[in-house]
């Protein structure tokens, strides 16, 4: 009998002996995406978070891959008070990480997907690095404010929760000592449809309760740094520039990029801040069957008959009111879900 303490990963193994399924189930962790997966799709919570199953070969998209570079490079600009060079020579050192461990798998990967990815993800490197020059020469850190630390994990427990966020900053104010959490999005949403819900969705909730138990000192607000993502790709057109101008395809690429955002900076760009002195955690988090117990699945291994794989789980999606319901939307046209909520 495996032992898993809540907070612990495993790695999930399916062992087949004719009449038996094997499998360990966890206590998970809770975090924004926790959360997004159990509202949104039981099932997949099943798979993704209690048995910890993952595709052998995951599709990777451009707005992962952009947001995954951005997310670096802003990173370091605010831990050292400004974007640098440097700052976007963490991007170039991500991608080529990224490379090359796409580079070993392409070798197993016959869906074609890992190529794909390969093509991909330079183009996506050099969007996040102009989108990154753009958003600082619009928003540029204030001398007022000093970043303490960034991408660190905050963990704290909740009875038998244990609750854990990765704040992309924590800023403190100078003149007034303040606290604030801060967060860079990157989406193919408009910022005005990406704030919507924020007050109280999962990541303000969830980062300001732990923020206040783990540096035992509220925060007094969550800064949302939000960023549209051009839905622009490198075709025959930037070639063809690229040979008027005299310049590479890449270049003229990033020239159309950047044009894009000069057309519409006040409809692209946007940083606001929701006040969390007041933040409570979400409700969902006492919803029956998130956490295994002894009602349902303990922690530990688990057999099954094989023709039943799966143990009873609570409804796929329970009834929702119209304000649950409206609110859960918010949550997804924020660019946080991947899974449709429905009544």
């Not at 319901?325 to 946080?336: D, I, K, N, S, T």
Request: hydrophobic content about 40%; some cysteine; charged content about 20%.
């Amino acid at each position: 009998m495996a032992t898993i303490v809540p907070g612990s990963s495993t790695t999930t193994r399916l062992a087949i002996d004719g009449t038996h399924v094997e499998f360990p189930v966890g206590i998970p962790v809770i975090r924004q995406s926790t959360l997004s997966d159990w509202v949104s799709c039981r099932r997949l919570y099943l798979y993704r978070h209690i048995m910890g199953l993952k595709p052998h070969v995951e599709k990777r998209s451009v707005a992962c891959d952009v947001g995954s570079f951005w997310h670096a490079i802003m990173s370091h600009a605010y831990l050292q008070g400004t974007l640098t060079s440097d700052s976007l020579l963490v991007a170039a050192a991500l991608r080529d990480k990224v490379l090359a461990a796409l580079q070993d798998q392409a070798a197993t990967d016959l869906s074609g997907e890992t190529e794909k990815s390969i093509r991909q993800v330079p183009q996506s490197c050099a969007k996040a690095q102009t989108m990154a020059r753009i958003f600082w020469s619009k928003y540029p850190l204030s001398t007022d404010f000093k970043c303490l630390f960034s991408e660190v994990p905050l963990r704290a427990t909740e009875g038998r929760l244990v609750i854990q966020v990765k704040p992309d900053a924590i800023l403190r104010e100078v003149s007034s000592g303040a606290l604030w959490i801060m967060d860079h999005k990157s989406t193919g949403d408009t910022p005005g449809t990406a704030i919507a819900g924020k007050s109280w969705a999962f990541q303000t909730r969830l980062y300001a309760w732990a923020v206040s138990k783990v540096l035992i000192e509220p925060a007094r607000g969550f800064v949302y740094n939000i960023m549209q993502t051009p839905g622009i790709l490198m075709c025959s057109k930037d070639e063809k520039e690229a040979a008027k101008q005299g310049i590479t395809p890449e270049q003229a690429y990033l020239l159309r990029v950047q044009d894009w955002y000069n057309d519409k900076p006040a409809a692209t760009i946007r940083a606001f801040y929701v006040p969390t002195t007041n933040v409570s955690l979400p409700p969902e988090l006492n919803d029956p069957g998130l956490i295994p117990t002894l009602s349902g699945w303990m922690p530990g291994r688990v057999s099954l008959p094989a023709g039943r794989l799966l143990p009873r789980l609570p409804p796929v999606q329970p009834p929702l009111s119209v304000p649950t319901l409206v609110r859960h939307e918010h949550r997804l046209l924020a660019g946080r879900g991947r899974h449709r909520v429905r009544p």
